[in-house]
């Protein structure tokens, strides 16, 4: 059993000062796993640019081509919350890269599960335009990769960030060869994400929202991966599981209202172990998303990363202020349009 990282110090140099998607969002966390003594455990797997023709697969080049001049020309936004500075365009090449070097390893069997601690996130940037900190979309890449050059037929990505993955749904919503899980706090930002998009044509019923309400907790999160995700899971028979792993629904974040602690993250790892270990020998490979409080961040990747390594977890800022709400009637929703009753 062994467990992969990727990091590059690069993924520091995309930064503009006062923005919540900051430089130390990583260097906080890496900074925390080598205190832990983590990363000496863990197989390191490089950062390199990502070929263009992968990126390619997922992204209209015409849109490559403006984040690559906005860059060039000393940076600027794609929009109000989307910024790029000069550096931006090589570091969102190698966040993207970074991914697909992981899902390499895994499936070459390197490694037999893995996280890529990559910035900028990407599960907001739809294909033909970056939006919501996002740039070029890692997940979305990755899988694309798996499938088109890695001869998979059929790829699981699960997203438990605290808002909608748009980005993602959008670049596979007419395909049944990707199946897109997302729980995220709704309404909300980006605004879809309602449990009645399932998809369209081909992929009619491989889009999976679970659109929640703020307050959920531990246990309704846990309860929303055993009831729907992993019947969803064994239905499908992924051959890989990719994860947009977002920290923004932790209770101390500061751009969500829901209620998950470092364990609860750990616990929903677990699952998502569990579930890989049934359906696709384990191959399980998160990306980093969001995830806005250093602390609660950095604690939860930790967990997160003790959990695929199979070991204990440690939580110091400890379960949520308040009791998380119950899910029922969501569960009720979804399983209905997805005919899992
Ligand atoms: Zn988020």
Redesign the pocket.
């Known amino acids: 059993m062994s467990t992969a990282y990727v990091y590059d110090p690069v993924f520091l140099e995309h930064d503009r000062p006062g923005h919540v998607e900051r430089r130390e969002r990583l260097s906080a966390t890496m900074h925390l796993l080598a205190q832990k003594e983590l990363l000496g455990k863990l197989v390191e797997v490089q950062a390199t640019l990502v070929p263009m023709e992968h990126l390619l697969t997922v992204h209209h080049e015409d849109y490559v081509k403006r984040a690559k001049e906005v860059a060039e020309g000393g940076g600027g936004n794609l929009d109000s919350d989307t910024y790029l500075n000069g550096r931006s365009y090589e570091v969102a090449l190698t966040a993207a890269g970074g991914m697909l070097n992981l899902v390499d390893a895994i499936l070459d069997g390197k490694a037999d599960n893995g996280f890529a601690l990559v910035r900028p996130?990407g599960?907001?940037a739809l294909p033909g335009r970056g939006m919501?900190?996002c740039l070029f979309n890692n997940v979305a890449v990755g899988a694309a990769y798996a499938l088109n050059h890695k001869g998979l037929s059929r790829v699981l990505i699960a997203d438990f960030?605290?808002?909608h993955g748009n980005g993602t749904q959008e670049a596979f919503y007419s395909t049944d060869q990707v199946l897109y899980f997302s729980t995220?706090q709704y309404p909300y930002?980006p605004g879809t994400g309602h449990w009645s998009e399932i998809g369209v044509g081909q992929g009619e019923g491989f889009s999976v929202n679970v659109p929640l309400p703020p307050g959920v907790g531990d246990e309704g999160y846990e309860r929303l991966f055993d009831e729907i995700l992993y019947p969803v899971a064994e239905r499908f028979r992924p051959e890989l599981i990719l994860v947009s792993a977002?920290y923004?629904?932790h209770w101390a974040d500061p751009?969500?209202m829901m209620q998950l602690s470092s364990t609860g993250y750990g616990h929903l790892t677990e699952t998502l172990k569990q579930i890989a270990d049934e359906v696709c020998n384990g191959r399980l490979a998160l990306t980093l998303?969001?995830?806005?409080d250093l602390e609660a961040l950095s604690h939860s990747i930790a967990a997160t990363l003790q959990t695929l390594m199979g070991g204990e977890i440690d939580d110091p800022l400890g379960p949520a202020p308040h009791p998380g709400i119950p899910v029922d009637d969501i569960v009720i929703d979804v399983k209905g349009v997805h005919r899992l009753v």
């Open positions: 996130p599960h907001h919501g900190f960030d605290l808002h995220h930002y977002g923004d629904a751009l969500g998303e969001g995830g806005y």
